[in-house]
């Protein structure tokens, strides 16, 4: 059986409000989560980490540390730091050729520059399409 775990978000909303918005928002977003699910071929003891869409508790440092630890171990690669995991989801992103400001919009950069300062590396790819368009224009 495929164990999921769902975690919520470190954001903190405001007032009742706010939780019962979170609480519908992680509702939804679990099932739709648990539906996607579906379309992965996992192993049938895989163990999916969810860090989910909203919260009203933070997630302590050590739990998260202890939880990247145990999947690192269980998957047999490096661990890597939980700031990694930023990084690598941008660097994910670019090299399938989503637009730095979509990233940066993802990342919560206020400024596309402080984006394209740190993963413009990633898009030299975009040298070779350009001379491939317009190849085929010319």
């Known amino acids: 059986m495929i164990r999921y775990h769902f975690f919520e978000n470190t954001r903190k ?11 519908m928002i992680n509702l939804g977003h679990s099932s739709v989560a648990r539906w996607g699910l579906h379309f992965l071929e996992l192993a049938p003891d895989a163990e999916v980490l969810d860090c989910g869409c909203g919260g009203e508790r933070p997630i302590r440092d050590t739990s998260l540390e202890k939880t990247n630890k145990k ?20 660097s994910l992103l670019a090299n399938e050729g989503i637009h730095i400001q979509e990233i940066a919009r993802r990342l919560g950069h206020s400024n596309i520059s402080m984006t ?11 040298e070779e399409r350009a001379v491939k368009i317009l190849n085929t224009i010319v």
């Open 71 to 90: 999947f690192a171990d269980l998957a047999g690669v490096k661990r890597i730091r939980i700031h990694d995991f930023r990084h690598s989801h941008a």
């Open 13 to 23: 909303p405001i007032g009742l409000g706010g939780k019962i918005m979170v609480a």
């Open 116 to 126: 394209w300062n740190t993963y413009s590396h990633l898009y030299p790819r975009e």
